[in-house]
T-cell receptor
């Protein structure tokens, strides 16, 4: 069973397009994290959410605790946004972390 | 640069062998996390330490063990290696070890078991 589901698995967009990546989870959480993994393998934390919405530059992340769903939006996408985006949740029981399988985004110039 | 260092970058070894991966957290961070990323299973949480004590355990095999030392660096020991242990192993650190902390990831150690 997968505690965290992401969609889509793969996404190709034209430069400038608005992009949405979705994450659904089935466990009770303390926090939800969005991570970015570059083609070279390095992982960077983009957002930590426990409620509401956060914005950083062209990236916006939202979470709906009741529906157990989060979205990551990228406005005015750029080729440098090409990466794998991973949703992760920190459970509120057992101190566990669960990861989605990632969304591979390619932005074409 | 996240401030988290991992050594070695690459490790190639044979089945049945034992290896040690090392992680130094960001200055001031008390908590260290270990993750395994394989092609077929994605990222998996292995174990977390906070200020030298084990705080949480995930999908860590009995053949694997870890510890965090007084200077806060951590080591992950993998023994009786199998082909399926080939993966990227990431270490991350955070300030307080809470689920709400931002984690800073190291560059990873790529382990290949032949």
């Amino acid at each position: 069973k997968n505690e965290v589901e992401q969609s889509p698995q793969n996404l190709t967009a034209q430069e400038g397009e608005f992009i949405t990546i979705n994450c659904s989870y089935s466990v009770g959480i303390s926090a939800l994290h969005w991570l970015q993994q570059h083609p070279g393998g390095g992982i960077v934390s983009l957002f930590m959410l426990s409620s509401g919405k956060k914005k950083h530059g062209r990236l916006i992340a939202t979470i709906n605790i009741q529906e157990k769903h989060s979205s990551l939006h990228i406005t005015a996408s750029h080729p440098r946004d090409s990466a794998v985006y991973i949703c992760a949740v920190g459970s509120n029981t057992g101190n566990q972390f669960y990861f989605g399988t990632g969304t591979s985004l390619t932005v074409i110039p | 640069d996240s401030g988290v260092t991992q050594t070695p970058k690459h490790l190639i070894t044979a089945t049945g062998q034992r290896v040690t991966l090392r992680c130094s957290p960001r200055s001031g961070d008390l908590s260290v996390y270990w993750y395994q990323q394989s092609l077929d299973q994605g990222l998996q949480f292995l174990i977390q330490y906070y200020n030298g004590e084990e705080r949480a355990k995930g999908n860590i095999l009995e053949r694997f063990s870890a510890q965090q030392f007084p200077d806060l660096h951590s080591e992950l020991n993998l023994s009786s290696l199998e082909l399926g242990d080939s993966a990227l192993y990431f270490c991350a650190s955070s300030s307080e070890g809470r689920r709400t902390d931002t984690q800073y990831f190291g560059p990873g150690t790529r382990l290949t078991v032949l």
